[in-house]
């Protein structure tokens, strides 16, 4: 069975009260974040603030931003400036990730922030980018090391906003950090102790905690629900521990509002067009996409959102076995499709078009789902965004935006109807896909639209940003948890909910 952690470790306060002689005597680590305005001598009047003033202004003719010192009390308090510039949320966020690099380096377990010469506007940003980063930095992915790293890593425990202007939504930072957390943690998870029945059952104890509804479909019952396509993928496991997670959170509303779903390929191989080593090395993250689903339903949960949610997790390993499904197979799908199997290693969309079909029969007002889904869309834009796509053309310009917003960015790709030629198939209604690979993410795309109906609003998100070396914007793990932040952005920053957010994606 997998131990589940604490997903949020870190505590957070603010005070109204600015920083005193007393409060950094009372900690480990303090951080003055110098704005734009900053008055001329401000620093300087701070507790130990003149040694750093200096550092500040030879890192600043370096070109950094950043100066660090230790105060002369006898906790020998580490002392942090830096200095806060973005311009973006996701410059604001990197800058995070790098300021809490800096203040951790020793190993504080508590850390108090503190403000000089900001307006409310950058002290927001600065804020938001700080939170992230700090919760981030504080959760430890999952090791299994015989005696513990020396020195400890996440030290930090406390972080205390220390007389900012602006009253910060601590609790909704915090639900948004687990949610992240939650999504990286199970990604990091080795493969064989993420079973999909160990995964399930971890899922499970998530939900139950939060009086979520869990139902399980197995292998059995999806076969009577005419679960083809997932299923075809499914055959060459080893066990019969594969299935599609159903769960629901329900705020005293009859109609399911928002249903969120995910990709939850636990171990990659490719199937019988089995990968070269290098490209199957990271398969245990092909989950990503299910597990950025579920840290998106616990956030939404943990902050109480006024509408129903939904997720519905694929969860299966892609196996080269004896049984396994091979190219030409003919697949019937849960909602009558048939589709012509050419690669076995594009199980994603397989897997995904019955999860979807299921999903789409509650008729929920918007579908969203995730998935580490194809090279290609790497290809175009880099791990740096995420590929976005939707059935309303008017949802471009309000994914952009959400992605800008949340410093998790993305980019709309087209959704033409003369993209299916290349997906036309003579034996069936589709082909799974191309032999070319041109384009392969729009047309994963276009054949995922046919699973879900055409008066539900859906937008689906291919998570190219699912993995970026040294980290992403707040994120300091090669594992990033995109989305959450993204999709929580999208329902309650860019929109007033899923209502709010369907209507005008039919605009
Ligand atoms: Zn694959």
Same mark, same amino acid.
């Given at each position: 069975?997998?131990?589940?952690?604490d997903f949020?470790p870190l505590?957070?306060?603010e *005070?109204?009260?600015?920083?005193?002689?007393?409060?950094?005597d009372? %900690?480990?680590?303090?951080?003055?974040?110098?704005g734009?305005?900053?008055?001329?001598?401000?620093?300087?009047k701070?507790?130990?603030?003149?040694p %750093?003033?200096v550092l500040?202004?030879?890192?600043?003719?370096?070109g950094?931003?950043?100066a660090?010192s230790?105060?002369?009390?006898?906790?020998?308090?580490?002392?942090?400036?830096?200095r806060? $510039?973005?311009?973006t949320? =996701?410059t604001?966020?990197?800058?995070?990730?790098?300021v809490?690099?800096?203040c951790?380096?020793?190993?504080?377990?508590?850390?108090?922030?503190?403000?000089?010469g900001l307006d409310?506007?950058?002290?927001?940003r600065a804020?938001d980018?700080?939170?992230?980063a700090?919760?981030?930095?504080a959760?430890?992915?999952?090791k =299994?090391?015989?005696?513990?790293?020396?020195?400890?890593?996440?030290?930090?425990?406390?972080?205390h906003?220390l007389?900012a202007?602006?009253?910060?939504d601590?609790?909704?930072?915090?639900?948004?950090?687990?949610?992240?957390?939650?999504?990286?943690?199970f990604?990091?998870?080795?493969?064989?102790?993420?079973?999909?029945?160990h995964y399930? *059952?971890?899922?499970?104890?998530?939900a139950?905690a939060r009086?979520?509804?869990?139902? =399980?479909?197995?292998?059995?019952?999806l076969?009577?629900?005419?679960?083809?396509? =997932?299923l075809a993928?499914?055959?060459?496991?080893?066990?019969?521990?594969?299935?599609?997670v159903?769960?629901?959170?329900?705020p005293?509303?009859?109609r399911?509002a928002?249903?969120?779903?995910?990709k939850?390929v636990?171990?990659?191989t490719?199937?019988?067009?089995l990968?070269?080593?290098?490209?199957?090395?990271?398969?245990?993250?092909?989950?990503?996409?299910?597990a950025?689903a %579920?840290?998106?339903?616990l956030a939404?949960?943990?902050?109480?959102?006024?509408?129903?949610v939904?997720?519905?997790?694929?969860?299966?390993e892609n196996?080269?076995?004896?049984?396994a499904?091979?190219?030409?197979?003919?697949?019937r799908a849960?909602?009558g499709?048939?589709?012509?199997?050419?690669?076995?290693d #594009?199980e994603?969309?397989?897997?995904?078009?019955d999860?979807?079909?299921?999903?789409?029969?509650?008729?929920?007002?918007?579908?969203?789902?995730y998935?580490?889904?194809?090279?290609?869309?790497?290809?175009?834009?880099?791990?740096?965004?995420?590929?976005?796509f939707?059935?309303r053309?008017?949802?471009?310009?309000?994914? *952009?935006?959400?992605?800008?917003a949340?410093g998790?960015?993305?980019?709309?790709?087209?959704?033409?109807?003369?993209?299916?030629?290349?997906?036309k198939?003579?034996i #069936?209604?589709?082909?799974q896909?191309?032999?070319e690979?041109?384009?392969d993410?729009?047309?994963?795309?276009?054949?995922l639209?046919?699973?879900?109906p055409a008066a539900?609003?859906?937008?689906?998100?291919?998570l190219?940003?699912?993995q970026?070396?040294?980290?992403?914007?707040?994120?300091?793990?090669?594992?990033?948890?995109?989305?959450?932040?993204? *999709?929580l952005?999208?329902?309650?920053?860019?929109?007033r909910?899923?209502?709010?957010?369907? $209507?005008?994606?039919?605009?």
């Amino acid at each position: 069975m997998i131990e589940l952690p604490d997903f949020a470790p870190l505590k957070t306060t603010e *005070t109204v009260r600015a920083l005193t002689r007393a409060s950094l005597d009372a %900690l480990d680590h303090v951080l003055v974040v110098v704005g734009k305005n900053a008055p001329a001598g401000g620093l300087e009047k701070l507790p130990h603030g003149k040694p %750093l003033a200096v550092l500040l202004a030879r890192a600043t003719r370096r070109g950094d931003v950043i100066a660090t010192s230790r105060a002369p009390n006898r906790r020998a308090t580490g002392i942090t400036a830096a200095r806060f $510039e973005a311009s973006t949320a =996701f410059t604001a966020l990197s800058w995070g990730a790098k300021v809490v690099r800096e203040c951790v380096r020793d190993q504080p377990s508590s850390l108090g922030v503190t403000f000089l010469g900001l307006d409310a506007e950058a002290e927001r940003r600065a804020i938001d980018g700080l939170l992230a980063a700090a919760h981030a930095a504080a959760f430890a992915l999952p090791k =299994f090391k015989s005696k513990p790293d020396s020195p400890a890593a996440n030290s930090l425990k406390k972080l205390h906003l220390l007389g900012a202007r602006t009253k910060v939504d601590l609790a909704a930072a915090r639900a948004q950090a687990l949610g992240n957390n939650v999504a990286r943690w199970f990604t990091a998870l080795p493969p064989n102790v993420k079973t999909a029945e160990h995964y399930r *059952t971890a899922i499970a104890e998530l939900a139950a905690a939060r009086d979520i509804r869990y139902r =399980f479909y197995g292998e059995r019952e999806l076969e009577k629900l005419g679960a083809g396509a =997932f299923l075809a993928v499914s055959r060459g496991n080893a066990t019969r521990d594969a299935g599609i997670v159903h769960l629901s959170y329900r705020p005293r509303m009859r109609r399911p509002a928002v249903t969120l779903v995910g990709k939850g390929v636990i171990f990659d191989t490719g199937g019988t067009n089995l990968k070269p080593f290098i490209h199957m090395l990271d398969m245990h993250t092909d989950m990503q996409g299910s597990a950025v689903a %579920l840290g998106t339903l616990l956030a939404l949960a943990d902050t109480g959102a006024p509408y129903r949610v939904d997720a519905w997790l694929a969860l299966t390993e892609n196996r080269l076995a004896p049984n396994a499904y091979k190219s030409q197979d003919l697949v019937r799908a849960a909602n009558g499709t048939t589709i012509q199997v050419i690669h076995t290693d #594009a199980e994603g969309r397989m897997v995904l078009a019955d999860t979807l079909a299921l999903a789409a029969r509650d008729e929920p007002q918007l579908i969203i789902d995730y998935a580490t889904l194809t090279g290609s869309c790497i290809q175009a834009v880099t791990e740096r965004y995420s590929g976005v796509f939707s059935n309303r053309s008017a949802a471009n310009a309000l994914l *952009t935006a959400a992605g800008a917003a949340s410093g998790e960015r993305v980019w709309p790709f087209p959704m033409d109807d003369d993209f299916d030629e290349a997906l036309k198939s003579d034996i #069936a209604d589709i082909k799974q896909c191309s032999t070319e690979n041109a384009g392969d993410h729009i047309l994963a795309a276009r054949f995922l639209s046919r699973f879900v109906p055409a008066a539900t609003p859906w937008i689906h998100v291919d998570l190219s940003a699912g993995q970026h070396k040294g980290g992403l914007g707040h994120i300091p793990t090669d594992i990033t948890g995109f989305g959450v932040r993204f *999709t929580l952005e999208l329902l309650q920053g860019s929109s007033r909910g899923p209502d709010d957010l369907a $209507e005008r994606l039919s605009a």
